[in-house]
């Protein structure tokens, strides 16, 4: 057998190989789509939603710790909420101090879930011309309401306003730098008041009281 007929078979065992890794680099993969409007799966916002109407009702919404959901004046802990995309203009609230789900019964009550039910603690999102947001339950159709002041959601199904402005969340206060301590005033009783000769491991008894 001569080099050209070996190198040849050769060739010939290589083709299969070949071939295999060819049809491994030319299948079609799915590009991901990078479009901005389909990336706001797994987006998170932490927020206060805060509210107002006529009335000069003006609250921030909060989840506290037994369930209850409810309005306050001002922005505190339990009303700093975490809104979670789910899926284009679906989101799900959670409270961060209280780790409760806002959700919504059929009839328009709001109550804080430990655990998240898809059907009722999901919220269409849709962005009003004024900057506020109006947050409708996916599955019942209804809107996300303020319950009344002093009144809460697990009594009275919620009639207050539906309109909420999503506030960020207050910023983390500054440390303040650890502080220079100011000298002492001198002693001016002392027989070395701006203490240049430094303690001594002795004292005089002319200096004893």
């Known amino acids: 057998m001569g080099w050209d007929e070996a190198g040849f078979e050769t060739l010939g065992l290589w083709v299969p190989v070949l071939a295999v890794l060819l049809l491994g680099v030319c299948q079609a993969h799915p590009i991901p789509d990078s479009s901005p409007l389909l990336q706001f799966g797994g987006q998170v916002r932490q927020r206060h939603l805060y509210t107002d109407d006529a009335q000069e009702t003006e609250a921030h919404l909060e989840i506290r710790a037994d369930g209850t959901v409810t309005g306050a004046a001002h922005r505190s802990p339990e009303s700093l909420l975490e809104l979670k995309a789910l899926k ?20 328009g009550t709001l109550y804080g879930s430990l655990h998240f039910d898809p059907e009722a603690c999901s919220f269409r999102e849709l962005l009003l011309e004024d900057g506020y947001n109006v947050y409708q339950s996916e599955a019942h ?10 009144s809460p959601s697990r009594d009275l199904a919620p009639r207050g306003p539906a309109r909420f402005l999503p506030l960020l969340g ?20 002392s027989s070395d008041p701006l203490s240049m000769v430094g303690p001594s491991h002795g004292q005089s008894p002319s200096y004893a009281s």
């Not at 284009?88 to 009839?107: E, K, Y």
């Open 170 to 189: 207050l910023p983390p206060v500054p440390l303040e730098p650890p502080g220079i301590l100011a000298p002492e005033p001198p002693d001016v009783g």
């Open 88 to 107: 284009p203009g679906v989101i799900q609230i959670l409270g961060v101090m209280t780790s409760r789900f806002l959700c919504q019964r059929p009839d």
């Open 141 to 150: 159709d209804l809107p996300l309401r303020m319950p009344h002041h002093n």
